[in-house]
C-alpha cells in the first residue's frame, strides 16, 4: 500500500510540476532533512531497539518510565534545537548544498528548506516511537503510518497545487507530524516527563554514546545525495530533477525486487556462520545473491530498452514534457547498474556485520563516496546530469568490488562461487533485452501502453525458458505443475 501510494503521490507531482526549476528546488531542499532523519535513523534508532529490550527485562517498571522521560526529553530538545539551528541558518545550509543556483532558485528553495526543516523532528521521533510497537509484537501501525506522510502530499498538492511546490513541502510536514502522533499511544503510556533532571539518567546518555560511532561514520558516507547536488546545481534547470525521478524510481524497484532478501538470509548466514559451517555459510551466500541477480537482471536489461516508453506511459502529461521523459529515461537506464549493485550490496553489507568486519565496511562506504566525487566531478562537465547518473553507479559497482575481494582474502567466500551461474544469467538477461529491443520496435506503432507491456512480456518470458530450460541455473526449478513456481535447492 504504501509502495501505490508514494508512485501516486509522484505521478501527481509530476503532472503539475514537471522536471522544472521549481521542482528542482524542491528535490534540494528536501536533500539535508533526509539526509539528518537517515543518520539519525541509522544509528539512534539501530541501538535503540536492543538496548531497550535488555534495559526492559533487567530493570523495574519505575526504572523503564525514567528512562523513557529522559530518552524522549533528550531528543526533544536535541531534535528541536537542531531543526532551530537549520531554520535559522537555512540560507547558509542552502548556498553550500547548491552553489550553482541562481537567486530565485535559492530563494524558493530556502523557503521551502525552512518547512521541510521541522519534518525532520517528526520522523526520527516515528522512528524511536515504532520501536515500542515493535517491542510490544505490534507491528501493523507501525508499518502503515509512514504511509500518512505520502497520503498527506498527494492531498496537499491535489488541493493547494496554486502555491507551487509549498504545497508539497506542507503536506509533507503535515503528513510526518501525523505519523508521529499515530506511534505516540505507548510512548504516552510510560512518559513521566520531568523537565528538571532528566539529562541527567544515565542510561539514555548511554544509548547516545554507543550510537555516536555510528553517527559520525554516517556523517561521511551517506553524503552522495548532498554531493550530487552540489554538482547538479551548476547544471541546466531541470538537471536535478531528472536524477531525482531516476533516483527515486531505481530505489522503488530495488525495495520491492529484492528488499526483504537481505533481511530473510541475514538470520539465516548468521546462524551458519556462528556454527562455523563455512560450506553452508557460503552455500546460503550464493542462493541469495543467486536470487537476486535472478530478480534484478531481466529488470535491468528491460528498463535498459524500454525506459524512454515506461516513462512516457507513467509519467508523460501535465507539465511533464517530452523532454523531461527523455532525460529521465536516459537517467534510469545508467542507474541500472546502481540498481544490480546495490542490490547485491545490501546482502554482501550483512557479511561484514557476520564476520564483525564493521570498521571495513566503513571505509569502503568512505572510499565509495570518494570514488563518486571524484567521477562526478569528471563527468558532470563532459555528460552533465547523465554523468553524476553514471559515477552513481560505477562508485556502487567499485564499492561491490573491493567487498568481494575483501570477503575472498578473508575466507567469507570462495573464489568463483558464483562465476558460472552469473555467466548463465547474463546471457539470459542479454536475451531478455534483445527480445524485448525488437517486439517494441516492430510495435512501436501501436498505442504506447500496448507496445511496452508485450514487449516486456515477451522479453521476461525468454528469460523465464533461458534461466530454466536452455540454461538451468544449478538450485533453481521451474514446476509447471505445482503451486510453488520456483525453488530454491537445498543442495549445493
Known amino acids: 500500500m504504501g509502495v501505490a501510494v508514494n508512485f501516486a503521490s509522484q505521478v501527481l507531482i509530476a503532472y503539475y510540476f514537471g522536471a522544472q526549476a521549481e521542482r528542482d528546488a524542491y528535490f534540494t531542499a528536501i536533500t539535508v532533512p533526509t539526509y539528518l532523519v537517515t543518520l539519525f535513523v541509522g544509528s539512534v534508532s539501530v541501538v535503540f531497539l536492543p538496548f531497550f529490550v535488555n534495559f526492559r527485562k533487567n530493570h523495574s517498571e519505575e526504572d523503564v518510565q525514567k528512562f523513557v522521560s529522559s530518552i524522549s526529553g533528550i531528543l526533544l530538545l536535541f531534535l528541536s534545537l537542531l531543526t532551530l539551528a537549520a531554520f535559522l541558518f537555512a540560507d547558509q545550509v542552502i548556498h553550500a548544498s547548491a552553489p550553482g543556483f541562481t537567486e530565485e532558485q535559492m ?137 531525482g525521478y531516476a533516483n527515486q524510481l531505481y530505489l522503488l524497484m530495488a525495495t520491492i525486487a529484492t528488499g526483504s532478501i537481505a533481511t530473510t538470509y541475514y538470520p539465516v548466514l548468521a546462524a551458519a556462520w556462528a556454527d562455523n559451517k563455512k560450506e553452508e555459510f557460503e552455500g546460503h551466500l550464493q542462493k541469495g545473491i543467486s536470487l537476486i541477480l535472478l530478480i534484478t537482471l531481466p529488470i535491468a536489461a528491460v528498463f535498459l530498452v524500454l525506459a524512454n516508453p515506461i516513462i512516457r506511459i507513467l509519467f508523460e502529461r501535465g507539465a511533464f514534457d517530452s523532454n523531461a521523459t527523455a532525460a529521465v529515461s536516459f537517467s534510469l537506464a545508467i542507474l541500472m547498474g546502481a540498481f544490480l549493485f546495490g542490490s547485491i550490496g545490501n546482502l554482501l553489507m550483512k557479511v561484514f556485520y557476520i564476520a564483525g568486519k564493521t570498521t571495513a565496511n566503513s571505509l569502503i562506504n568512505i572510499a565509495e563516496l570518494a570514488v563518486y566525487i571524484l567521477l562526478a566531478w569528471w563527468f558532470a562537465g563532459k555528460f552533465s546530469y547523465l554523468g553524476l547518473a553514471l559515477a552513481l553507479t560505477l562508485s556502487k559497482g567499485f564499492s561491490i568490488l573491493v567487498s568481494a575481494i575483501l570477503l575472498k582474502r578473508w575466507n567469507c567466500i570462495s573464489s568463483g562461487m558464483f562465476s558460472s551461474e552469473l555467466l548463465k544469467l547474463l546471457a539470459a538477461a542479454l536475451a531478455c533485452g534483445t527480445v524485448s529491443y525488437l517486439v517494441y520496435h516492430q510495435l512501436e506503432k501501436q498505442p504506447a501502453f500496448l507496445a511496452a507491456s508485450v514487449s516486456g512480456l515477451a522479453g521476461m518470458l525468454i528469460y523465464v525458458l533461458m534461466v530454466f530450460r536452455v540454461l538451468p541455473i544449478k538450485g533453481l526449478q521451474l514446476n509447471f505443475g505445482s503451486s510453488k513456481l520456483i525453488s530454491l535447492s537445498n543442495n549445493n
Open 107 to 243: 530563494s524558493l528553495t530556502v523557503k521551502l528548506f525552512r518547512i521541510l526543516i521541522f519534518s525532520v523532528t517528526f520522523q526520527c521521533l516515528a522512528s524511536i516511537f515504532s520501536v515500542f510497537h515493535h517491542i510490544n509484537g505490534k507491528f501493523i501501525l507501525p508499518a502503515i503510518s509512514p504511509i500518512a506522510l505520502p497520503v498527506a502530499g498527494l492531498i496537499f498538492v491535489a488541493l493547494f497545487h496554486n502555491y507551487g511546490m509549498v504545497s508539497l513541502a506542507a503536506g509533507t510536514l503535515v503528513g510526518s507530524a501525523i505519523s508521529a502522533l499515530l506511534l505516540l499511544s505507548p510512548v504516552l503510556k510510560q512518559l513521566r516527563l520531568r523537565f528538571l533532571g532528566f539529562v541527567s539518567n544515565s542510561p539514555a546518555l548511554h544509548i547516545l554514546k554507543i550510537s555516536a560511532p555510528l553517527f559520525l561514520t554516517g556523517i561521511l558516507f551517506r553524503l552522495t545525495t548532498i554531493i550530487e547536488r552540489i554538482f547538479a546545481s551548476h547544471l541546466p534547470a531541470g538537471s536535478i530533477s531528472y536524477l
